[in-house]
């Protein structure tokens, strides 16, 4: 698929979301979030689903977590226009309740389209959620999320080869400060894995 062609089918799911009435969560919201950079990025993040201030925003990571995200990003030389940034779940779930398995099933086949339109080199998992959905895509067995954390997994798709790196979700450091070391050494691995890749390039 040409770069254009990605942008312009991600715009036509954009479409298809924004109308979307699949779960409950429609009444709530104030509106979807579908994901934010382009859909050409080599590199897809994934949370869980946007929270208060991402569905008044309609800005994927905009509150606390997100400066957590950027500051982490920026510690291994990364921008935010550097990868795109989705969730799980598209709609802002009530008081951030955890996604729950009919929210999930309604809303899973919107991040798959997703993947299939980008078909990215990388996908890093933000946090349990995102992480045991993609595993259950890639048939990878999940275990737990600090047991897999940092770990890299490769996949051969069809198309090429896929890493996945899971890692805790940005916001665990919003409750607890001293879990921002553990991030900033997860990260490191996320970007030794981009400098091989550099290096393998080049
Ligand atoms: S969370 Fe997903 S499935 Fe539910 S209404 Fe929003 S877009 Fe549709």
Redesign the pocket.
Known sequence: MKINQKEQAMQELSKQ?NS????E??KT?NK?LVGDGSANAKILAIGESPGYYEDIENKAFAGEAGKILNQLLDSIGLKRSDIYITNV???HPPRNHNPNRQ?ID??IS?LHKQIDIMKPKLIITLGKFASREIFAKYNLEFTRISEIRGKVFEIETLESRLKIIPLLHPAVACYHSEMINVLKDDFKKLGNVLNNNAEKQN
């Open positions: 979301i979307c009435e699949k779960c969560l429609y919201r979807p779940l598209k709609c929210e309604s809303c919107y």
